[in-house]
Structure formats: structure tokens, C-alpha cells
């Protein structure tokens, strides 16, 4: 079910494939490395390979609701990484956008009788409004602070949750209906949702792609490398993350909005700091700072929770934490990560 | 006798409570802010060890009748020992990289913790009785005053301040505190540094093993009794700032207390009275009330 590790779903460009946060691990990415070029190239030809493979998934029995589903945290992941992995910001509150975004269309579109492409535009919205909020008060700190700040801000929006009277508490908002897209598509056929999903998730690929090679990703990339020096380039550097914050968080809003419309539920899990912890393995895992490791990430997670769900009971949560510490201690690129330093070890020789 | 139309026994029941609260506030953000501080690690695990030792206690009544004293002692004891290992193995591969991966790492514990203690136990309360020597409420004229309430916001500040005079006033925290600035320097004049490291964490992981025996008998024992509990801590050490043990103990007593009275005034806010205040403060003072701008 799950693309094996290192297949070939994803190797990313070259030019954005240094991890984050490596300490001094990584060496900068040269301009003048012989190997780029090919590298870049095997990139791009994995990455129509795996958007082949997404296309014709239906077709040779993968669980179309399990893809969505996949499909959902990996728009997630992929907003994640923006963040942490090309920014250089760690968010540990991520979930709340993805939950609030998740309760604004599921309220919308079952109470009020939004039609579902409106109910997901004003979640995608409301998340980034959210995001704006906790994200002035967040950037105020720096590094491991930043993480705090906004894993305590997602505690606060959670306990909202927990008590307002419209998400249905511990039960959540059950029985969003999927309706029908522009008012013509059937979207109760997992078929035709799936083929909506993929269109909107490889836009959300695209325009991470195309915000990582602008001039702003540059800036963004600089302020990762380091902030002081962005700061005396002249550069408003709170501005630019809160930008980067902002995006985050609405992409985030959109992959919680997609994934209420397709399992028809909204819950207090999707608000959750477990899930916020989830995003940053699928991430880790996938390889950070990488264009595609957060979606091979993704996969591989939600596949192995598909796969114990009914194995291994709340060990579950005891093999996600290995999969953390294991990552942490021995393998910080992450798959994608690795799969590019192996090409460039190869080709360097 | 009423305050603003509460009974003054309710009010300084709540009190009381956001008393008892505070000092594990305390307890626990002081642990953290010298592990911060030496090892340059923030442990999301914080909670989880303070959960083991809660179980700690739990499982040695229970099963072997140890009493409540001796797991005063033994908890930390236990605890520490974890800690030794968790240092020895994992963190000490951490300290050249960005201290997200601490975090992360750490994260990843926590949730093995929980899940082990889930799998063993379940996720419903267990209850820990108080000790005979603390049972009943002695009564101070204006309010009665359960015995045990009061001994935990006793020992919990002989603990803080106890831990406060160890690192600002004697040679070893000196140690400590050059260790914190400058530690290859510390390590040229001869303190053993990576020893002095091991030992901190074990401190850090003790003092938060003590917090959950304080707390077995006022709480339930459940395994996720830590991780609720931490997120409010990060939010009381950003409030606070990372730079004063004091400010780290004043901090979480106000804090404590301040999450009781909203308690009292309007318990809809009382969960989450502490984020909206690291709201303010940071829109007011970014380094927390006792850091340093740096």
C-alpha cells in the first residue's frame, strides 16, 4: 500500500534538498556541484513517476478512502515543511489549524448548508485567520521558544473546542455530508473525490514548489541560515515569517477541511498536540526541507496506523515514539533526505 | 463571610488548591529550566517521568506495601536512574545539533512512556490514598485546612528553595552555573563536565518523579496525567523566562494560584487562564518576566 521507502514516489531538486536543521552535519549545496544537475534531473522524473502512480492508484486497488486520506496529511505535511523544513520554524501546534479548519466546514457545510467547495474555502480561511492571530503573538520568540509558544497556543484552542457548544465535544461534529461540487459533481462517489483531492493536492505541491523557488523562498531560506544576517541585509524578517506562518497555517486549514468532507466527521483527535507531534514524524521522516518528504512521510504513517490499527492496540503510540527517537538519533535526513546525499556520495566519486 | 458573592470558604478552598497546583508548576519548570539550561535540551518528557513517578508510588503500595514515605525517596531514586540511562544513551548524541531535535526526541519518549503505561494499566484513575500521618484537616479559624494540601505546598517549596540554595549558593552550583556559560572552559579547570550533565538530568528527572509522588494522593494516577500537565508547564517557562531558578518558582506559584481564582470567578476560562497571560506577556515583554533579551 504504502510507497517503500526510497521508492521511486520522490527524490526532490537538488537545490532544496538540504535538511533544516542539520547542526553541521550537512555541507551547503554548492553551486558548482558537478552532480546537481543530474540529480535534479532523477528529481523531476520521480516526481512524474509518483504523480503517475497517484493517478492510476484507484485503478490497481489501492483504497481510494485510504488515499484520500493519505492524501489529506500530506497536504499537511507538505504545509508543515514550508515551515520547519525551508523556514526554519518549528511549529508544535499545527493540529489546531488543521481542527479548526476541520470544524469550520464541518459546521458549515452540515448545519448551515454550505455547498463543499465554499465550506472548505472558509475553513482554508478561518484556519489562516487563526494562523495570523497565534502567529503574531509566536514569532515574538525565537528557536526551541517558538515551538513552545505555539504548542500552548494549540492547547488553548483545543480546550475552546473541548467546551464550545458547536463541535459536539467529545463526540465531535458527526455526519458532514459531501455534497456536490459546483453543484453538478457527485462527491459521494469515493471515485470522483479522490480525482478532486489529487487535483488539489498537486496544486498544493505546485505552489510549494513555485514559493520555494521565488525570491521569497530565498529570503525565507536566508532567514533559516541565518537570521541575524538577514536582519542586517535589510530584510523585515518578522514580516516574512509571519507570511510564512500564514500560508502554513492555510494550507494546513485546507488539508483539515479536504479530510472532514472526506470522512464526514470533524473530532477533538484533529485538534490535538498528538497529531501536531505526528506531523513533525511525517516530516522528520520523510526527510525535512525536501519538496517531497513530507508526502513519502505522510504515506508511510498513515499506512502503518492503517496497517496495526487493528494489530496492535495502543502500542500504536509506543511505535510512533520508537520511529521519533530512532529518527532523531540515527537518521536526521530522512528517506528523501538520504536518497539525495546517496546520489550526490555516488555521483562525487 | 463572602468576597465579591463567593463564600471565603470556597474562595479559599480554591485557593488553596491553585496553591497546591502552582508548587508542581513549580517544580517542574525549575527542573526544566536547569536541564534548559545545562543541556540545552527542552524534555518534553518532563511529564512523562513525573507520571512514573506518580506510578512509582502507586505500583509500590500496592503491590509491595511500600508506604508512602519510602517512595518519597524511592521514586526520585527510580526516576533518576532513568534519567541516567535516557541521558547516557539518547541526549548526550544531541548536544551539536539544533535543540528542536531534543525536543523531538524527547517527544518520542514520552509517548513511548504512555503508551507502555496504557498497555500495563488502562487510562482510568488509579487512586493513591493519603498517608495516615496527613489524613483529616486541621482547622485554622478563617478555613480548614486539609492536612494534606498543606504538606505538598510545604515540601514543594523546601524542595524549590532548597534546590535554589544548592545551584546560587554553594560550590556545586557554582559548577553548575559555570557549566551553563562556558563548559569547555569548565572542563579545562577539571570538573568532569559530561558527569556534572548526566547527574542534572537525573536532578531534573527526580525532582519531577518527587512532584508526581507529591501528587498521587490529590489527583488520579493515569498515564496521561504528564503530558497535560507539561503543556501548562512550557506555558508558565515561557511566562517566566528561563533565566532565574526564583523567577522560575515565582512564576509557577502565581501562575498556580491565579488558574484558581479563575476557577472560582469563571471556571469556563480556568483551562486555559495561563495561555491567554503567555499571550499578554509576550506581546508586552517577548523574554518572559524573569528572562533575559538576548
Known sequence: MTPAPGSSTAIAPLDAAVPAVSGKAAPPPSAVDPAAGVIARRGRVALWAGLALLLVAPLIGLYPVFMMKALCYAIFACAFNLLLGFTGLLSFGHAAFLGAAAYATGWLVRSAGWSPELGVLAGTAFAAALGLLVGLIAIRRQGIYFAMVTLAMAQMIYFIWLQAPFTGGEDGLQGVPRGRLFGVIPLENDLVLYYVVLAIFVAVFGFILRVVHSPYGQVLKAIRENEPRAVSLGYDVDRYKLLAFVLSTALAGLAGSLKCLVLGFASLTDAHWALSGEVVLMTLLGGMGTLAGPVVGAFTIIGLQDFLADKVGSWINVIIGAIFVICVVAFRRGFVGELIAWQRRRRAR | ?294
Open chain 2, 1 to 294: 463571610m463572602e468576597i465579591f458573592g463567593i463564600p471565603i470558604q470556597a474562595f479559599l478552598g480554591q485557593l488553596l488548591l491553585g496553591l497546591v497546583n502552582g508548587s508542581f508548576y513549580a517544580m517542574l519548570s525549575l527542573g526544566l529550566a536547569v536541564i534548559f539550561g545545562l543541556l540545552g535540551i527542552v524534555n518534553f518528557a518532563h511529564g512523562a517521568l513525573y507520571m512514573i513517578g506518580a506510578y512509582v508510588a502507586w505500583i509500590g503500595l500496592d503491590s509491595f506495601g511500600i508506604n508512602y514515605w519510602v517512595s518519597l525517596v524511592l521514586a526520585p531514586v527510580v526516576v533518576g536512574a532513568l534519567g541516567v540511562v535516557i541521558e547516557r544513551l539518547l541526549l548526550r548524541h544531541l548536544y551539536r545539533v539544533d535543540p528542536i531535535y531534543g525536543l523531538l526526541l524527547t517527544f518520542g519518549l514520552a509517548l513511548i512512556a504512555e503508551g507502555v503505561f496504557r498497555e500495563q494499566f488502562g487510562v482510568s484513575g488509579q487512586q493513591y490514598d493519603v498517608p495516615e500521618l496527613l489524613q483529616g484537616a486541621t482547622n485554622l479559624g478563617f478555613m480548614v485546612l486539609p492536612n494534606y494540601r498543606g504538606w505538598v505546598v510545604f515540601a514543594s517549596l523546601t524542595v524549590c528553595l532548597g534546590t535554589w540554595f544548592l545551584i546560587e549558593r554553594t560550590r556545586l552550583g557554582a559548577y553548575l552555573r559555570a557549566g551553563t556559560e562556558n563548559p569547555q572552559l569548565v572542563q579545562a579547570f577539571g570538573v568532569n563536565v559530561p558527569v556534572m550533565v548526566m547527574l542534572t538530568y537525573a536532578g531534573g528527572a527526580g525532582l519531577a518523579a518527587l512532584a508526581g509522588v507529591l501528587a498521587a494522593p490529590v489527583i488520579q494516577v493515569q498515564p496521561l496525567m504528564g503530558s497535560n500537565l507539561i503543556i501548562v508547564v512550557f506555558a508558565v517557562v515561557v511566562i517566566g523566562g528561563m533565566g532565574s531558578i526564583l523567577g522560575s518558582i515565582l512564576t509557577g506559584l502565581a501562575l498556580g494560584i491565579i488558574e484558581g481564582l479563575t476557577k472560582v470567578f469563571y471556571p469556563e476560562a480556568s483551562n486555559i487562564v495561563v495561555f491567554v497571560i503567555m499571550a499578554i506577556v509576550l506581546m508586552i515583554r517577548p523574554a518572559g518576566l524573569f528572562g533575559k533579551e538576548k
